[in-house]
């Protein structure tokens, strides 16, 4: 199934000050070719596991919208993926974002996955651009030109060692 899956790397940031909450993704075919992206600033926000969170649902929205199945999904949010993962918790803050998140990903067969920032750096570049704008949810057809060497690098594979 992997081989063959598309795959949506998500991130967030909070950057300035006062912080800025904002998140970001791209989504490509197993060759790594790119399919589409999306940034978002959040105001009023700097609640990082809610933007974990809204930014994989954000993700899913779009596969679902461009008509992907079979996807696979990279978060470096350990926290998030064994919410996800784990059983519902009908308590927690975000029970209900939670439980939608999981709906998609059942309705779609996403698989969810922690991934190191290392292996986030296209999602990292979308996720910061959206904190560079005070646009709220924008897709990216193409991508900007600035995350190209970002996107050859993973499709070449590129390993980052971890200082």
Sequence with gaps: MY???VILNVDDSCLGTPL???FGGVIRNHAGIYLSGFSEYIPNSSDILYVELYAIYQG???ARNLNIGDLVCY???LHCINLLKGPILN???YAI???DVKDLMEQNNVIVYHTLKEGNQCADFMAKLG???DTEL???SSPPDDLLNLLRMDAAETFFSRD
């Design 3 to 5: 081989c063959s899956s």
């Design 20 to 22: 800025r909450a904002d």
């Design 60 to 62: 899913l929205i779009l």
């Design 75 to 77: 978060n470096d949010s």
């Design 91 to 93: 308590f927690h803050v």
């Design 97 to 99: 974002l939670i439980q």
């Design 131 to 133: 904190a560079y704008s």
């Design 138 to 140: 924008f897709y990216h």
